[in-house]
DNA sequence: GCAATGAGCGTC
DNA sequence: ACGCTCATTGCT
């Protein structure tokens, strides 16, 4: 081989000199090994002195083999005490990684207990070289100060707004009125902290919000002025969309969950819509949630931040418990005259069906008659049925009250085994002989699902009424206004110019009994989401027990109150977000040897191992899970704790994983 | 007494 | 997934 090739890296390794200035990149290298999260020096060569920039994508060789890596800095001298390897490659002198970035990333790895590096793949996209040419440059024109008299009717809304547009580090959480104009409002609230010469980061939970919100902001700051980062714009448009963003060129983001990370220089502003929504929660390793995400951002950065949506978690109600936020609430007269009438039907009420035709549609009477009032008066009827594959199980015969642990309160299965008792899904333990603690009956049932039929009857006893559905793959973003009935899953609901003259939630029964720590909380945003699609002086039916905490919060249009309620529930129960609570899972030996080696943090204790159901036909081995349970104070040491526990089995190449998961949403 | 072999561990 | 160290083994 002709040894003058200097194109060849063998042949120039020989001859490499360091760098001049700042000779040492600290790089964070690609390995998914827990025990090796930290960064690793390299030497800069003289070729890489002006491309290697903090920030920028590189390659280095990593125990013997070529890994791709992010420059985290460069800096004088290494505290390494052996020999440094030179930077194999400057992929791109875009500078992806911004220290603010950096920081957040390192912020939220350390709370889930995860690896920077798969908290800096959600955070910045995949590269593609022809978008680095084409992304814009110029700086976006600033805003007008828009006009903010709509926050007028919400209590400190205005408050909130002056302190966006002063650059304030100002925290709420907001309820709109139902009806309310939300993309517009959220909007204006971006366009306070970009007439200020910030930026602001919106936040929804489906394309079809973000779309809404888009177009919010551009009709309010015009076209240059805000850009939308969907996931489903494909590699190199998305990829030019957030270099443009990182650029400056863009300030306000409107985007689903990976827009929480956008690299918006100064952000004044952060919001999340709807936190409520299991959207929010990113599915990749460390299974960061947007909400916990802006939080952290609003930390470091001095960022106002906004929790909004017509219910509350009890996530939020621990951000304004706790007093980190302030609240954003219309008053109840306001609330009373914006609100529809809603009426609960529980299935033991003797609104039982008279009307024949209501019976054919097996709907008690007043649901048939709040229906046909709307159609009659030229408005659509909203019907929401629930989503297919919701398992609901086992709950109290009697009152239908879900049947928990007397051990740990956890949900109570019944066993494949027939012959086998119902035990718990978290820490195993077997219930013999179960009592209701709500009424006292000893019975037990699974509920059944079938409002879908339920859905299909009713277009048939309003016979000739045009039937339209959405949800699933075919979700409708509007319908036209005029008589229909608009049969859709939760989420679905298409916006409908003027409103809904009536809504029908006939899914009442298969949210609250399933076997979910999260299933009143989240009945009431789906019935709050559908119900403020309708008008003032509509009607909204929820075939659920009046009796029931999130049927009455319904009912009085009271979010507050009832995620006061909720969060109490959690405390009295040691349940999320009153503890901090993390699910681990693996095969049954990896399992036990993780929480053997696990050194938990005072008052913290484990549920279980208990076996997984398989999850799929690809999954043939037996996995089992334990949930570990800290106080809050305790958050951080937990997660530590458990990174710490997986750090060690990645250090003895133990090839058997376990998944840690804090925070998680589903704890069945 | 010392090469040959392989498990264990760090990885810049 | 390399490549280094160090302990054990087997042979002179």
């Known amino acids: 081989m002709a040894s003058g090739n200097t194109t060849r890296r063998g042949a120039r390794r020989g001859v490499q000199v360091p760098a001049?200035?700042?000779?040492?990149?600290?790089?964070?290298?690609?390995?998914?090994?827990?025990?090796?999260?930290?960064?690793?020096?390299?030497?800069?060569?003289e070729r890489f002195a002006d491309t290697a920039v903090s920030g920028c994508r590189v390659r280095v060789r990593f125990a013997g083999q070529l890994v791709d890596g992010f420059l985290l800095e460069r800096v004088d001298e290494s505290d390494h005490r052996g020999k440094l390897a030179f930077l194999d490659r400057v992929v791109s002198a875009e500078p992806v990684l911004s220290p603010d970035t950096?920081?957040?990333?390192?912020?939220?790895?350390?709370?889930?207990?995860?690896?920077?590096?798969?908290?800096?793949?959600?955070?910045?996209?995949?590269?593609?070289?022809?978008?680095?040419?084409?992304?814009?440059?110029?700086?976006?024109?600033?805003?007008?100060?828009?006009?903010?008299?709509?926050?007028?009717?919400?209590?400190?809304?205005?408050?909130?707004?002056?302190?966006?547009?002063?650059?304030?580090?100002?925290?709420?959480?907001?309820?709109?009125?139902?009806?309310?104009?939300?993309?517009?409002?959220?909007?204006?609230?971006?366009?306070?902290?970009?007439?200020?010469?910030?930026?602001?980061?919106?936040?929804?939970?489906?394309?079809?919000?973000?779309?809404?919100?888009?177009?919010?902001?551009?009709?309010?700051?015009?076209?240059?002025?805000?850009?939308?980062?969907?996931?489903?714009?494909?590699?190199?448009?998305?990829?030019?969309?957030?270099?443009?963003?990182?650029?400056?060129?863009?300030?306000?983001?409107?985007?689903?969950?990976?827009?929480?990370?956008?690299?918006?220089a100064d952000p004044g502003l952060l919001v999340v819509w709807d936190d409520g929504d299991d959207l929010h929660a990113e599915p990749r390793s460390p299974y960061p949630h947007v909400r916990d995400v802006l939080v952290q951002r609003s930390h470091l950065t001095g960022s106002a931040l906004l929790v909004a949506g017509f219910a509350r978690t009890a996530e939020a109600q621990l951000l304004v418990d706790s007093g980190w936020a302030h609240q954003i609430v219309a008053d109840r007269d306001t609330v009373r005259k914006t609100a529809p009438r809603v009426t609960a039907i529980g299935e033991h009420d003797s609104q039982l069906a008279r009307d024949p035709a209501a019976r054919a549609a097996r709907l008690p009477s007043m649901t048939f008659d709040a229906a046909r009032a709307a159609l009659t008066a030229g408005t659509p009827v909203l019907v929401q049925v629930p989503r297919r594959g919701y398992v609901p199980a086992l709950a109290c015969q009697r009152c239908r009250t879900p049947a928990r642990c007397r051990h740990c309160a956890g949900p109570l299965f019944l066993p494949s085994d027939p012959t086998k008792p119902p035990a718990c899904r978290w820490c195993g333990v077997s219930e013999a002989a179960f009592r209701?603690?709500?009424?006292?009956?000893?019975?037990?049932?699974?509920?059944?699902?079938?409002?879908?039929?339920?859905?299909?009857?009713?277009?048939?006893?309003?016979?000739?009424?045009?039937?339209?559905?959405?949800g699933g793959a075919e979700v409708l973003a509007d319908v036209p206004p005029g008589p229909a009935l608009v049969v859709c899953t939760p989420g679905a609901e298409p916006i409908v110019a003027g409103g809904y003259g009536a809504a029908l939630l006939l899914d009442g029964w298969a949210m609250l009994s399933r076997a979910d720590l999260r299933a009143t909380e989240e009945a009431l945003r789906r019935w709050m989401a559908a119900a403020a699609l309708v008008r003032a002086d509509g009607r909204v039916v929820v075939m659920a027990e009046s009796t029931l905490a999130p049927v009455q919060a319904l009912v009085r249009w009271d979010p507050v109150w009832h995620a006061g309620q909720e969060l109490a529930a959690r405390a009295e129960l040691g349940f999320p977000p009153a503890v901090r609570m993390a699910s681990v899972d693996g095969s049954p030996a990896a399992l036990a040897d993780f929480l053997l080696s696990?050194?938990?943090?005072?008052?913290?204790?484990?549920?279980?191992?208990?076996?997984?159901?398989?999850?799929?036909?690809?999954?043939?081995?037996?996995?089992?899970?334990?949930?570990?349970r800290a106080p809050r104070e305790r958050g951080r040491a937990l997660a530590s704790a458990l990174f710490e526990a997986v750090a060690v089995r990645t250090a003895h190449k133990d090839p058997d994983p376990v998944r840690v998961h804090l925070d998680p949403l589903e704890l069945v």
Do not use: N
């Open 436 to 470: 209701c603690a709500a009424c006292g009956d000893t019975r037990l049932r699974a509920s059944v699902v079938g409002a879908r039929r339920t859905a299909e009857e009713l277009g048939r006893a309003f016979a000739g009424v045009t039937v339209r559905t959405s």
């Open 20 to 45: 001049g200035v700042l000779p040492v990149a600290r790089v964070c290298v690609d390995v998914p090994l827990a025990h090796l999260d930290r960064p690793f020096d390299y030497l800069v060569p």
């Open 598 to 628: 696990l050194r938990l943090p005072r008052d913290a204790d484990v549920l279980g191992p208990v076996p997984l159901e398989h999850t799929g036909p690809g999954e043939p081995q037996e996995r089992e899970r334990a949930l570990v």
């Open 102 to 264: 950096a920081r957040l990333a390192r912020a939220v790895a350390d709370r889930y207990g995860g690896m920077l590096i798969d908290v800096l793949r959600l955070a910045v996209p995949p590269r593609h070289a022809q978008a680095e040419q084409k992304a814009p440059v110029e700086p976006a024109p600033t805003p007008a100060v828009p006009d903010t008299a709509a926050w007028g009717r919400y209590r400190h809304g205005s408050a909130f707004l002056d302190a966006v547009r002063q650059g304030k580090p100002a925290r709420a959480v907001w309820h709109p009125v139902p009806m309310a104009d939300w993309p517009a409002r959220l909007a204006e609230a971006a366009a306070c902290a970009a007439s200020a010469g910030r930026g602001a980061i919106l936040v929804v939970p489906d394309h079809r919000d973000s779309a809404r919100v888009h177009a919010a902001c551009v009709a309010l700051m015009g076209e240059d002025t805000v850009v939308s980062l969907a996931a489903d714009l494909g590699p190199a448009e998305r990829y030019r969309r957030w270099l443009a963003v990182r650029r400056g060129a863009v300030r306000v983001v409107v985007g689903t969950r990976a827009a929480m990370f956008a690299p918006v």
